[in-house]
């Protein structure tokens, strides 16, 4: 019996080309908008914030509401100058504090879990992941500061209708309350930067803290000579100068406390990009 063998050559497999992917900015803008809303605690903080900006103004109000129907003899000192605006903008030191921990929870959370790798492969260069985080959290801040506090404002009204502290929508006070939206923007961002400096959640919440709130309570340990001259530019103090509505002597103008916030965020920022290009993830 005879075996008959084929000798021919077994015909190429045709081969498909892969199709080329290009890491583009708005391909990471869009990947980074996607994990932010992925994660349940974002709207978790987010409606914790909402709730802060508009909910303490509210409280504020019916108590300033209150103690007016009661006489002058009963309203406290704090009050005595209140407006809607003051009142309404009385949770932006609770509201910062929600938008400041998610801010560091977005930036340092994928160290925390060791997605970052991951995310470093699809994107070589490293920076555009920085740049989308800041940028997404950043605009992210704002909107939920600036509707938060115009809500909140004409919650606040309402309430105090009748009062003193009633005020229209005018001009200055749309730029009060367009600042505080700044003020969050702007400080979300800080936050963010400073979880991507540490590289922990725990640690980054830890410095926002001692940022925000620890050091401006330090500063009454300095001269009084010194404490004019450092406290307006802390980021807390040239914060409070954007939203602020009446110009105070122990502020800036609205105009040079946003740039020196914003000088502290570039600055943090900036420490953010050469820990994520000189160091491993």
């Known amino acids: ?66 103690m007016m129907s009661g006489g002058a003899r009963h309203v406290d000192r704090d009050f005595l100058d209140a407006t809607s605006v003051s009142l309404t903008l009385f949770g932006v030191n609770f509201g910062q504090l929600a938008l400041g921990v998610l801010g560091v929870l977005f930036a340092a959370g994928e160290y925390t879990t060791g997605s970052i790798r991951s995310t470093l492969t699809a994107v070589p260069k490293r920076l555009p992941v920085l740049w989308s985080k800041v940028a997404v959290y950043g605009v992210v801040a704002f909107v939920i500061g600036t509707v938060g506090s115009f809500a909140g404002f004409l919650v606040t009204n309402a309430i105090v209708s009748g009062t003193a502290a009633h005020l229209s929508l005018t001009g200055d006070v749309a730029r009060s309350l367009f600042g505080a939206g700044l003020y969050l923007g702007l400080i979300g961002v800080l936050a963010a930067a400073l979880g991507a400096i540490l590289r922990s959640v725990a640690g980054g919440i830890s410095a926002f803290i001692a940022v925000i709130m620890l050091i401006p309570g330090l500063l009454s340990l300095l001269p009084t000579s010194w404490q004019g001259h450092v406290g307006p530019y802390l980021p807390s103090s040239a914060g409070e100068a954007i939203y602020t509505l009446h110009q105070q002597s122990d502020l800036l103008t609205p105009g040079k406390g946003a740039l020196v916030l914003l000088g502290w965020t570039v600055l943090a920022v900036a420490g953010a990009a050469w820990r994520l290009v000189g160091r491993d993830a």
């Open 1 to 66: 019996m005879t075996t008959v063998t084929d000798t021919r050559p077994a015909a190429a497999t045709p081969t498909v080309p892969r199709p080329v992917y290009k890491v583009t900015g708005r391909g990471t803008l869009r990947s980074e908008w996607s994990k932010f809303w992925s994660v349940r605690s974002t709207w978790i903080t987010v409606a914790l914030a909402l709730i802060a900006l508009v909910g303490f103004g509210t409280i504020a109000a019916f108590r300033y509401k209150s």
